[in-house]
């Protein structure tokens, strides 16, 4: 049966597995070795050239997951990203950007590529127009992200990528948010996807990693930078990302379940003043994310109503985790201006609608009514000590 007929949750299972020949275990062998043969064989193996028979394998299944041709993963999803945008950019180039999407992408464009005289934009929304606005004559690629982070605003991905294909410009897209299992950008002519691994691929809040998928040719392009940089993975770190991903497909749908009751539980609670999730229908782009997503994914943000301090509601949860990073099978919140967005200015934030009081959830598996209840609790005691205040 070709791979590509493979269902979901076989892909996740076995595309990609080393088959242990020696002792026919279960589970992919891990290969630790730093150093190779180098004659009378078909592949140099070396760890900075992304080729170790962990690395090599796990990238299989990245690929078929993101139905791409190749794939590659890195040290982190920073890495996995500064690659792809200094492989296809240059000394006169120019960028553009959402500009909606995670902080240190933003922080990165921002800091190093005045360094090296590469031009950007970033868009004033994220509507097609908005993108085609932003074009210039040395445009070479168009970023997206969607569900963005942290206001999970969905961008048209086959409108940007029609839009970029007929001026002959490169689109890449972080998937991070909705993973491979919500959303298959290829499928919509987004030429690569970038992932920071660490999330719902890794899963379990226990790895740093990042992933890139695209064409061969593409890739090749990426490489070249990539071995240069220096930005791969241990073997360990490898073999337990690959371990993690068996399992993909079930926690994002259970988390996506969760997070669609959460997000409407708390559409309707009375001191919430606001929710951000593309699985409500009061979202703004709900038709277009139903139309490109095939599930809502895990993460939403929420507002508390003026006056309920977000940073004292997070210290008075008792079960979800006011915690750093998102899409573990554990639920964490945080304030992005705090972390995530903290290297944007007061201004950059204000500008794209992060606020001081935006809460991300990053809904995990736990049991719907012991989350819905542990921020009941918390809500309650903080409106208990303004009173008492």
């Not at 008075?316 to 990073?325: A, C, F, R, V, Y």
Request: with cysteine.
């Amino acid at each position: 049966m070709s791979k590509s007929k493979y269902g979901l949750n076989t892909i996740c299972t076995h595309v990609g597995e080393i088959k242990d020949e020696q002792f026919k275990g279960a589970v992919s062998p891990i290969y630790m070795s730093t150093s190779y043969q180098f004659d009378d064989v078909d592949v140099k193996r070396y760890p900075r050239y992304f080729n170790t028979p962990n690395q090599e394998h796990l990238s299989k299944k990245i690929a078929a997951l993101e139905h791409a041709e190749a794939g590659m993963i890195f040290g982190s999803g920073m890495a996995a990203i500064s690659t792809v945008f200094l492989a296809f950019l240059k000394q006169g180039d120019h960028i553009v950007v959402q500009n909606t999407l995670y902080g240190g992408t933003s922080n990165f464009i921002r800091e190093e590529f005045p360094k090296y005289g590469i031009e950007f934009t970033f868009t004033d929304g994220y509507e097609v127009a908005d993108f085609d606005a932003a074009i210039q004559p040395n445009t070479k690629l168009i970023h997206i992200e969607t569900p963005s982070n942290p206001l999970l605003t969905i961008t048209d991905i086959k409108g940007v990528a029609d839009l970029a294909k007929s001026k002959n410009i490169i689109t890449t897209i972080d998937n991070t948010f909705a993973s491979p299992v919500n959303q298959t950008p290829i499928d919509f002519g987004i030429d690569i996807i970038m992932h920071s691994a660490t999330k719902y691929l890794g899963g379990h809040s226990d790895i740093l990693a990042g992933a890139v998928a695209c064409s061969r040719t593409h890739m090749e392009a990426i490489f070249n930078v990539a071995k240069n940089l220096g930005g791969s993975l241990s073997d360990m770190t490898v073999w337990m990302l690959e371990r993690s991903m068996k399992t993909l497909a079930l926690r994002v749908k259970a988390q996506n379940k969760n997070a669609q009751k959460l997000a409407q539980f708390l559409s309707a609670h009375e001191d919430v003043k606001q929710v951000y999730y593309p699985g409500l229908k009061t979202h703004p782009q709900y038709a277009l994310a139903k139309s490109q997503m095939k599930g809502f994914g895990g993460m939403l943000s929420f507002e508390l109503v003026d006056g309920l301090d977000a940073m004292a509601f997070q210290k008075e949860l008792k079960l979800i985790k006011p915690s750093m990073s998102l899409a573990g099978v554990e639920s964490t919140m945080l304030s992005p201006h705090k972390t995530s967005h903290a290297l944007l200015t007061q201004e950059e934030r204000d500008k794209i609608g992060v606020s001081d009081n935006l809460i991300r959830f990053s809904v995990g598996i736990e049991s719907k009514k012991d989350l819905i209840a542990d921020i009941e609790q918390a809500i309650e005691t903080v409106k208990k000590a303004k009173l008492q205040a």
